[in-house]
């Protein structure tokens, strides 16, 4: 079974830049995430999707940070303009439903300069 | 605000030994996760603990849940160097609702030496 692929794996722009990253789930899962794991700490959720709708984007830069899940399928989140504190690694992850285990994909680092 | 506090966060440990990593959280909940990661790689599932008194176990590593006390453990039995990683409890916030919000601990950084 193929796992969550995420691309690109890595990403360096300069401040106030713009910048996307792409998800593609488990075949199947329901649920999709992105997390933002900053240097040394634990993945934060930043927005949860059902199917195609949202489900908690409570923890979503909204200003700068936008997220969509059309078809229910692939995934992408954006940013922009892009702070020096969103230097990260963006993780994808995706489950059956929202009790089921949640698999991680590879990550984008990305570096704002 | 739900808190998860892994301890230690660091450890340094010889091979053949064997210890503990402790996972405390702030408020309810029924269900916990431990992932490894790797440097530079993803996380990669390890256990998920369902109800109080859980215990699950995979080769050197098993992990246990005490739902009452608020804590989880992970030992780790006669280490080896493979072993070496990064260690994540998290908890689901809002199990028993609507949601399958987790909440990380910050992380247990495990280093193996011969």
């Known amino acids: 079974e193929a796992g969550v692929a995420q691309s690109p794996r890595y990403k360096i722009i300069e401040k106030r830049q713009s910048v996307a990253f792409w998800c593609n789930p488990i075949s199947g899962h329901a649920t999709l995430y992105w997390y933002q794991q900053i240097l040394g700490q634990g993945p934060k959720l930043l927005i949860q999707?059902?199917?195609?709708?949202?489900?908690?984007d409570s923890q979503l830069p909204k200003d700068r940070f936008s997220a969509e899940r059309l078809k229910g399928v692939d995934s992408t989140l954006k940013i922009q303009p892009a702070k020096l504190e969103d230097s990260a690694v963006y993780l994808c992850?995706?489950?059956?439903?929202?009790?089921?285990?949640?698999?991680f994909g590879p990550g984008t680092r990305l570096t704002v300069l | 605000e739900l808190k998860v506090e892994q301890n230690p966060l660091f450890l340094s440990m010889q091979e053949g030994k064997n210890y503990t990593i402790y996972c405390n959280y702030s408020?309810?909940?029924?269900?916990l996760y431990w992932y490894r990661q790797d440097p530079g790689k993803s996380l990669e599932s390890l256990f998920v603990l369902l109800s109080n008194g859980a215990v699950k176990q995979e080769g050197r590593l098993m992990a246990s849940l005490d739902t009452k006390a608020r804590l989880s453990t992970l030992h780790i039995t006669a280490a080896v160097h493979d072993l070496s990683a990064t260690y994540f409890c998290a908890v689901d916030m809002n199990y028993g609702g609507s949601q399958g919000n987790l909440i990380f601990g910050k992380g247990t950084k495990l280093s193996v030496k011969p």
């Open positions: 992850a995706s489950s059956e439903d929202w009790v089921d285990t949640q698999y």
């Open positions: 999707f059902q199917n195609n709708g949202v489900v908690d």
């Open positions: 408020t309810t909940s029924d269900r």
